[in-house]
């Protein structure tokens, strides 16, 4: 499946989930609509974590996406405070921008040049082992110290300021980057070298898709948490809601598998501006119906 058809994917189901709140402002007869637009957000992280792979130039691109989230703010604050009757807080492009921040820390390197000086280097190409050979042990630690501390840091700014998805959706954007197995391209004419270092491969996809599947369940359990309390204390009558939410979880961050490494057709400006314009759509819809 190209990333274009995922893209679109999550643009319709986030759109069904903003519209369930329209006339009836998130009542449980239509919350079917809302396990719908959980599978939303995930294929949202993976379009970040390949566009970040992907994409010539990252400072226009986190600028793009800060545009985008400044002006969609606006109308993400009509929709929350008129329509959903929620307490707004900063949109999700904003959790997006925060995740590829994430990203960016545990992506760079120190690589020494020519001249026996280090630089501190950017390269999707490398993997996790290979970012780090070349360091000596005591800088290996330090280095992965930092990046530590600096995503537990923007995770922490992200629950702090109000961020929709908050820490988890940081965590789960990194996620697709790091545990998500980017196919790998295939020689024909392999050596039995290649052979070797392919099979290492497979094995690093295996523990790579058992990792992303550990993140899937946290994810898909904060977000019905409360559902989950009220059926361990006896509600039974939200069970329906509790798997309802947890399926459109998984679903969603299942959704990256069919990813063919196919781009698709363009919809660089229709997807930047879908975002906002659909929340507008929402409240002027609201607004003519009460």
Do not use: W
Not at 87 to 92: D, E, H, M, Y
Not at 151 to 161: Q, T
Not at 212 to 224: P, R
Not at 273 to 290: D, E, T, W
């Amino acid at each position: 499946m190209p990333s274009s058809v995922l893209q679109i994917i999550a643009m319709v189901t986030m759109a069904i989930d903003h519209i369930a709140y329209i006339q009836t402002y998130g009542n449980a007869h239509v919350i079917f609509l809302n396990f719908i637009g959980r599978i939303a957000f995930p294929i949202f992280c993976f379009q970040i974590a390949l566009g970040y792979k992907k994409t010539k130039d990252l400072g226009k691109y986190i600028l793009r996406l800060l545009v985008v989230a400044g002006i969609s703010q606006i109308p993400y604050f009509l929709f929350f405070n008129k329509v959903a009757l929620m307490k707004p807080g900063l949109n999700v492009i904003f959790t997006l921008l925060f995740g590829i921040i994430a990203i960016l820390i545990y992506d760079f390197t120190i690589e020494n040049n020519k001249e026996n000086k280090k630089k501190i280097k950017i390269n999707t190409g490398l993997n996790f082992g290979e970012k780090y050979k070349n360091l000596s042990i005591p800088k290996m630690i330090v280095l992965f110290i930092l990046k530590i501390v600096g995503i537990v840091l923007i995770c922490y700014l992200a629950h702090i300021l109000g961020l929709e998805y908050g820490a988890i959706g940081v965590i789960l954007t990194l996620s697709m980057f790091v545990f998500y197995p980017f196919k790998y391209e295939k020689n024909e004419k392999e050596d039995k070298e290649k052979q070797e270092e392919n099979e290492e491969i497979k094995s690093l996809k295996i523990i790579k898709i058992f990792s992303f599947i550990i993140v899937t369940c946290i994810f898909a359990y904060i977000e019905s948490k409360s559902y989950f309390r009220a059926v361990f204390l006896g509600n039974n009558q939200y069970l329906d809601e509790l798997i309802g939410l947890f399926i459109g979880c998984v679903i969603g961050c299942m959704m990256p598998f069919l990813y063919n490494g196919k781009k698709g057709k363009k919809l660089k400006i229709f997807g930047y501006i879908f975002y906002p314009l659909q929340f507008a759509i929402i409240v002027l819809i609201n607004m003519l119906i009460h």
